[in-house]
């Protein structure tokens, strides 16, 4: 998982498509710190300027780096590594001078990546710098660019649907990528099956206007643009020097909306919206279904709550609908050190493990002696959970009951999420009563996938990782999880 940026902006407006990407990274910063970078074209000089480094946007970048970074187009990227580790060859965004110049960055996991990379190096005699599967779209792009211009006949935007339509037909998996070609302009594309989202903006000076396309709607409308519309699942968009605005469908027929689902109980911002559908308000309605199946509950005698505490942040606002529905009081009973990471993006279990205690503070008053009913976004490999339950016994806690706003993560994602497999998932092979021993809670209650589907509202969703239907092939998933085990993930 990780956010992605583009801004154009004509001719006449002032060079400074690096700033605003920068500004637009900051608030996608929660979908990855690993690393940042921005790549800038310069329209006068006709030159790419790169910078890309470890850590946090504000760690990789200071008003220097910035100030270098001259252009009236920029993409940029902050990295969650999921394919490839942290070396810098890894890092986005990545460049090559042939054809044209383009560079790229992109969100997501191409599942046949090996397979794909072993046919360009056996018949295009290509070779690979690094380990990460944006350079393989680079240079699939480059070949079939290439083998199209040759053709004749046409002119860039022709080569261009031409790259990208190849590329849909080989390349299985999850993408949304934003691009520049070097004195042509900015595109941008998403997966035929939409799995990780897109969105594009406009932003309108006198009679200039200025395009933006990222990963979340919160980063446009931080830059001042004002939202269009998601880029469509195999949808090529291209908007050029001059700002003409260019769409394609290029969708394979057998192509079904598979919008990740995940994105909406966790990944994306509270203030974004993923596919036109808020997530604040998907969030509110997820925990208002779980509030109506914890109810009986509460009827029947079997849980007896007091008061509703919210892991910090994200399950925060499905904590405040149950509590509302329930009429139980809301308490945040566990405070968030403003400046500890996201533990799910975190490299490793070690690390996430570490971070608990640094990242939450418990309030003891509002703990001690309670029937707590702690609401979670979601549970994945149950470790997180169990060491906060026991942060929350150590401080007097009565009974811990769990309401999570997801239904129960049981299998392996290939797309882009954390958990490429089984072993890790700790409800894969488990009941809920069995969840619940294992982190230490007395009871933990799990949404269901309809009550999901419900919430959601959306048209089509991927829904994998709860019921084993992968929306594309996963007959390559075990190269690619062999992969992800030798990075050390």
């Known amino acids: 998982m990780c956010g992605v940026v583009g801004v154009i902006a004509p001719r006449s407006c002032p060079p400074i498509a690096a700033q605003e990407n920068y500004h637009a990274l900051l608030t996608l910063q929660h979908r990855g710190q690993d690393s940042s970078g921005i790549l800038a074209f310069d329209y006068q000089q006709r030159q790419f300027?790169?910078?890309?480094?470890?850590?946090?946007?504000?760690?990789?970048?200071?008003?220097?780096?910035?100030?270098?970074?001259?252009?009236?187009?920029?993409?940029?990227?902050?990295?969650?590594?999921?394919?490839g580790d942290n070396h810098p060859r890894n890092l986005q965004p990545m460049v090559m001078g042939h054809p044209h110049g383009v560079g790229m960055v992109h969100n997501g996991n191409i599942v046949?990546?090996?397979?794909?990379?072993?046919?360009?190096?056996?018949?295009?005699?290509?070779?690979?710098?690094?380990?990460?599967?944006?350079?393989?779209?680079?240079?699939?792009?480059?070949?079939?660019?290439?083998?199209?211009?040759?053709?004749?006949?046409?002119?860039?935007?022709?080569?261009?649907?031409?790259?990208?339509?190849?590329?849909?037909?080989?390349?299985?998996?999850?993408?949304?990528?934003?691009?520049?070609?070097?004195?042509?302009?900015?595109?941008?594309?998403r997966d035929p099956n939409g799995i990780r989202p897109l969105v594009l903006g406009q932003k309108?000076?006198?009679?200039?206007?200025?395009?933006?396309?990222?990963?979340?709607?919160?980063?446009?409308?931080?830059?001042?643009?004002?939202?269009?519309?998601?880029?469509?699942?195999?949808?090529?968009?291209?908007?050029?020097?001059?700002?003409?605005?260019?769409?394609?469908?290029?969708?394979?027929?057998?192509?079904?909306?598979?919008?990740?689902?995940?994105?909406?109980?966790?990944?994306?911002?509270?203030?974004?919206?993923?596919?036109?559908?808020?997530?604040?308000?998907?969030?509110?309605?997820?925990?208002?279904?779980?509030?109506?199946?914890?109810?009986?509950?509460?009827?029947?005698?079997?849980?007896?709550?007091?008061?509703?505490?919210?892991?910090?942040?994200?399950?925060?606002?499905a904590a405040i609908a149950l509590a509302s529905k329930l009429n139980l009081p809301y308490r945040e009973g566990l405070l968030k050190n403003r400046y500890s990471q996201r533990s799910f993006i975190l490299p490793s279990q070690q690390d996430r493990e570490r971070l608990i205690n640094h990242k939450l503070s418990p309030i003891r008053s509002e703990i001690e002696g309670k029937s707590i009913l702690l609401v979670d976004d979601s549970v994945v490999r149950g470790t997180t959970s169990k060491r906060i339950l026991e942060l929350l016994r150590h401080h007097g806690a009565k009974k811990i009951y769990v309401a999570v706003a997801c239904p129960p993560i049981k299998h392996p994602c290939y797309y882009g999420i954390d958990f490429p497999l089984s072993s890790e998932l700790i409800a894969a092979n488990s009941t809920p009563k069995d969840v619940a021993e294992q982190i230490g809670a007395d009871r933990v209650i799990f949404l269901t996938i309809n009550e999901l589907q419900n919430s959601l509202n959306s048209k089509g969703l991927c829904l994998a990782c709860l019921n084993k239907k992968y929306p594309t092939s996963i007959s390559a998933s075990e190269q690619f999880t062999k992969q992800r085990i030798e990075d050390g993930r």
């Open 49 to 83: 300027h790169l910078h890309k480094g470890p850590g946090a946007v504000a760690q990789a970048f200071n008003q220097e780096k910035l100030e270098e970074l001259q252009g009236g187009m920029a993409i940029g990227h902050t990295r969650y590594a999921t394919v």
């Open 112 to 189: 046949n990546y090996h397979m794909l990379t072993d046919q360009l190096r056996e018949e295009e005699e290509q070779h690979f710098l690094s380990g990460s599967d944006l350079e393989l779209l680079l240079n699939l792009w480059s070949v079939h660019y290439t083998s199209k211009k040759l053709e004749g006949g046409g002119d860039y935007l022709t080569y261009c649907q031409h790259a990208v339509s190849k590329i849909f037909e080989t390349a299985i998996g999850a993408y949304s990528v934003i691009g520049l070609i070097a004195n042509k302009g900015l595109f941008a594309f």
């Open 204 to 317: 309108v000076n006198g009679e200039d206007s200025s395009y933006a396309v990222a990963s979340e709607s919160t980063a446009l409308t931080f830059t001042g643009h004002k939202i269009i519309r998601s880029i469509n699942p195999g949808e090529l968009l291209f908007i050029t020097l001059d700002g003409e605005l260019h769409s394609f469908d290029l969708r394979p027929a057998a192509s079904q909306d598979s919008h990740c689902m995940f994105e909406w109980v966790y990944f994306s911002s509270a203030n974004s919206e993923v596919d036109e559908c808020p997530i604040y308000d998907t969030r509110f309605r997820l925990g208002e279904a779980l509030a109506a199946q914890t109810s009986e509950l509460i009827k029947s005698g079997e849980i007896d709550p007091e008061v509703v505490i919210p892991i910090p942040d994200t399950s925060r606002t």
